[in-house]
């Protein structure tokens, strides 16, 4: 990953792709206090347009207010480095990656007096899940690792150290035989997966946890809003592992992930086992968005 062509953008400044570096004894490093984001940006017949960017700085700013961070940046800043960050990369289709970061100005839990860092890089990715998966659905399992708990870890902010619950989780669920996992919280509810929203389709429903230990997803509210559009209507409440089996289609939201049917979980088949029609509706809804073949959702585009 480190050895590329490229520019990333430091504290103010493109630095070549290789010279983008950190001392070992960056606070972050060691202690997992951050704020990142993953956006996407995607080609269109009219350029390469970053998708909810807007709502992604947003969300940046809101977990750095979370884990009292300050970030030396202001919002207008930031998105204009993103969209230059896909240019000067020479990107038609980009992951963007801003993080924000302590330094090495000392060590210790009490982390005061330090700085905080900003980088974006961007880079082109593929399917993240699996290649077929977005056609043929994926295999889940339910972890054995609980959810972050919401009083041990901020779940509002997409915090760093977060990520150590969730690596564990698809970590698992790989070594497993499985593409990726489901997390329940605490009290053994369905909270989402390592790096997705989950949604269940049930009698023509649309049905999500609510968001008490998950990450307020940007594609699951793009999701809301394209529901909405085709009358389909969204419950957002407890739901028990047991409801996601006896779910007539599934599937995961995420930048990342995009909105990938899941096809079976814990070894029962979901629906029809591959991609249900309201998954493939609304799947297609999110493409025609993110692509801009959405007239309607041209505002959800920012074009570099
Ligand atoms: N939950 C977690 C834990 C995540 O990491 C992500 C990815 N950011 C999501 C949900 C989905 O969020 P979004 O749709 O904003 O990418």
Aim: hydrophobic share 40%.
């Amino acid at each position: 990953m480190d050895d590329k062509d490229g520019v990333i953008w430091m504290d103010g400044e493109w630095v070549d792709w290789r010279d983008a570096k950190v001392h070992v004894l960056t606070h972050t490093l060691h202690y997992g206090m951050g704020v990142f984001e993953g956006t996407r940006a995607y080609e269109t017949n009219e350029g390469t347009a970053i998708f909810r960017l807007q709502d992604h700085t947003d969300r940046l700013f809101r977990s750095a207010h979370i884990l009292n961070m300050q970030i030396p940046f202001d919002k207008a800043t930031l998105n204009q480095v993103q969209r230059e960050a896909v240019a000067k990369n020479k990107l038609k289709s980009a992951y963007l990656r801003p993080m924000c970061f302590y330094g090495s100005e000392g060590m210790g839990i009490r982390a005061d007096s330090l700085k905080v860092h900003v980088m974006v890089a961007a880079w082109e990715w593929g399917k993240y899940l699996v290649e077929d998966g977005i056609e043929k659905g994926i295999r889940i399992r339910t972890s054995s690792y609980i959810r972050n708990h919401v009083n041990s870890v901020m779940c509002k902010a997409k915090a760093n150290g977060n990520y150590m619950n969730s690596i564990l989780a698809l970590q698992e669920a790989i070594s497993c035989g499985y593409d990726e996992a489901m997390l329940l919280d605490h009290e053994g509810y369905v909270a989402e997966g390592s790096g997705e929203n989950i949604f269940l389709v049930r009698n023509g429903k649309l049905i999500t946890p609510d968001l008490t230990s998950a990450l307020e997803g940007i594609t699951r509210e793009t999701i809301f809003q394209l529901a909405e559009e085709c009358n389909l209507e969204v419950v957002e409440k407890r739901i028990t592992r047991d409801e996601v089996y006896v779910a007539d289609e599934a599937f995961f939201t995420g930048t990342a992930a995009e909105v990938t049917p899941i096809r079976e979980v814990d070894d029962r088949t979901i629906g029809n086992g591959g991609r249900g029609p309201i998954t493939e509706r609304l799947q297609t809804m999110y493409f025609d968005a993110v692509q801009g073949r959405s007239a309607q959702h041209s505002d959800w585009l920012t074009y570099v």
